[in-house]
Structure formats: C-alpha cells, structure tokens
C-alpha cells in the first residue's frame, strides 16, 4: 500500500475515533508531513484522498477542517432550500458582505439587457448552515432600481422583501441555468475554499410582470457541500418509446412560472435514461 493511503487512513481512523465534528481544525501540514516522517507533498496526497471522500475540507490560508457532511435532497421533494433546512431544525442564515456600484461586464449587460458597461447595483451574500457558508451570491440590478434599493438596510431586509413591499415591484418569472465549474477566486475567498474547486454555478434572471429583467443572480455553491438525488420510477410499460439517439443529452435550463423567493433557487433537469425500461423524466430541483 503506498504510503499516502496508509496515512490517509490513520487520519481516517484518528478523526473517527476522537469524535472531532464539522468545523474542528486538523494539526497544521508540517506538523502533520514531520509526524508521519514523510514529504509535505506525500502528507497532501493522502488530505486528497480524504477530501475527495468528503471527509475533510481544506480551506485557503485558513487549514484543513472536518467537513460538514453534504446537504442531501430527493430533487423531486425540495422546494425552497433555506426553508427545508429550517425545518429540518438547520440554522440557516444570510450574511451581508457589501453593496456597490460597477460596470456591468458582458454576461450581466446581457441578462439585464443593457450595454456593456453600463452602470449596475451590485449586492453580494453569503448562505449558511449552522454557521458555515453554503452559497455565495451576488445580485445585479440595473442602475435605477439600484438607487432606489440601496437606501434600504440590505444588512437586514431580504432583497425580495425590498422590491416587493418597499418598492412596489413584483418578480413573476425567472429563467435559470446551472452548470458546474471551477471555483473562482472571489467566491472562494468568501467561502473558505481554495480556488478552482468544483463547484454549482447558478445564473437567473428574474423578471417583473411585463417581462422585464429586474435581478440577475450569479450563485456559487461548493460540489462537497451541496448533492443531488433523485428517486427515479421505470415503467416498463413504456420503456420502448424511449428514443436512444436522445439518451446522451441532457438540459438544465429552467423557467419558473411562479417568483422565486430570495433565498430559493429553481432549475429543471430533463434526461433521457441510458437504460432501455427507463421512461424520459422531466425534473424540478429549487436550490439556494
């Protein structure tokens, strides 16, 4: 066995047996690399064995922490995240980290339909669960709107609850497109991760009842802290119906008919099933 699996599992076994929770810090690298006598880049290899099985988070310039076990949903059961894990007795919180004006770059000028660089009120916050972040989020508004949402304690009012009951503007639709990407910089920095992770991206755009864009939402959530499932159903009946050229594809774009709260996320993923008595499914999932 080469050296870094034997590591990985006394580490493995250490964890287990002191009972250390979510959130404990591990001993520092160097100590750890000069207890087992071994290189600082042995020592890494077996900590990328234990975080690739969830056991551990390793935080940029913060250390290596016991991990939080992932938040775990059947995608045909959730609604609203924050809500779920509130009442499944989960303390879940939003952290405001700031707000400013900026420059639209090309993918906000697209979703808010304006020119590229034009002026945009940015807000950015953190979810939590139980203290640690789940999801970091900015929200781009055009300008205008801007203003007049900014004159509002965003440190404690919901920007949900900002346009609805202070100004008077209805979201009524949104659009949404999860993808999976690495990491950047700025998300991991606030999430306490290290850079080029994988991670969840979340881009919606929510719109008022004439169909104009008023939010656009760029969300991040960490692959170790955030899985999906699914149950799934075979009707044998109708499995021979199932077009196999279709079987590769699969489509995770969204529109939702009914406004997404601020702390609810929506997509739809429809696949075709490789399997030949599995029927086509069409799927909702809402995440933070």
Avoid: W
Avoid at 199 to 206: C, G, I, L, N, T
Avoid at 274 to 286: A, I, M
């Amino acid at each position: 066995m080469p050296r870094y699996h034997q590591i990985a599992r006394t580490l493995r076994e250490r964890i287990t047996a002191s009972g250390q929770g979510p959130g404990e810090r591990l001993d520092n690298q160097r100590n750890l690399a000069r207890e087992f006598g071994v290189t600082l880049m042995t020592l890494r290899q077996a900590l990328g064995l234990l975080e690739r099985d969830g056991l551990i988070a390793r935080r940029h310039g913060l250390g290596t922490f016991v991990a939080r076990p992932a938040i775990d949903y059947d995608i045909l059961q959730l609604r609203a995240l924050a809500g779920d894990l509130s009442a499944l007795g989960e303390d879940v919180a939003t952290r405001f980290l700031r707000s400013h004006f900026a420059a639209a770059d090309r993918r906000v000028a697209e979703a808010l339909g304006l020119a590229e660089e034009a002026q945009v009120f940015v807000l950015e916050r953190l979810r939590l669960v139980d203290g640690e972040p789940m999801s970091f989020q900015a929200s781009y508004l055009p300008a205008a709107l801007g203003a007049d949402v900014s004159r509002s304690d965003l440190a404690v009012t919901p920007l949900r609850q900002v346009l609805t009951f202070k100004l008077g503007i209805e979201i009524t639709a949104a659009r949404e497109t999860v993808s999976a990407v690495p990491l950047d910089r700025r998300a991991a920095r606030e999430l306490g991760c290290r850079p080029g992770i994988a991670a969840f991206r979340s881009d919606r755009v929510s719109v008022g009842p004439d169909g104009t864009p008023l939010v656009y939402d760029r969300v991040f959530i960490p692959g170790d802290r955030f899985r999906i499932t699914r149950n799934i159903k075979y009707d044998p009946v109708n499995a021979s119906t199932a077009n196999g050229a279709a079987a590769d594809r699969a489509s995770v774009t969204n529109d939702a008919s009914t406004g997404p709260t601020a702390a609810s996320k929506a997509v739809r993923m429809s696949a075709c099933a490789k399997e030949p008595n599995r029927q086509t499914e069409v799927l909702h999932v809402q995440a933070l």
